[in-house]
């Protein structure tokens, strides 16, 4: 049975940090391209951030890029985001996801998705 499990989320004031995480058990891991996608309330899920299997390529969103890095512990089986200079816009529901074969930014070409992590920036 495939599990994506974030956690890490919570409450912080602007120009914070966190830094969540995402365990994954039930399939390879070290196989599949993970990714991080936020949806804010009232908005459409938005992608955020991926990284290749072995970690050597990741792609950003613009909103999110030089104050968010993502990294993969496959050893661990674990997807993280490292979230710096944290902004109110930030705030959302946080999701990890993996797919064998991706588009970074197509939410139909990953193939498991965890429940979230709430992320709430205060102002």
């Known amino acids: 049975q495939v599990q994506l499990v974030e956690s890490g989320g919570g409450l912080v004031q602007a120009g914070g940090s966190l830094r969540l995480s995402c365990a994954a058990s039930?399939?390879?891991?070290?196989?599949?391209?993970m990714g991080w996608f936020r949806q804010a309330p009232g908005k459409e899920r938005e992608f955020v951030a991926t990284?290749?299997?072995?970690?050597?390529?990741?792609n950003y969103a613009d909103s999110v890029k030089g104050r968010f890095t993502i990294s993969r512990d496959n050893i661990k089986n674990t997807v993280y985001l490292q979230m710096n200079s944290l902004k109110p816009e930030d705030t959302a529901n946080y999701y990890c996801?993996?797919?064998?074969?991706?588009?970074?930014?197509?939410?139909?070409?990953?193939?498991?998705w965890g429940q979230g992590t709430q992320v709430t920036v205060s102002s």
């Open positions: 996801a993996a797919g064998r074969t991706v588009v970074p930014g197509v939410e139909s070409t990953y193939d498991y």
């Open positions: 990284i290749s299997w072995i970690g050597r390529t990741t």
């Open positions: 039930g399939y390879t891991f070290s196989r599949y391209t």
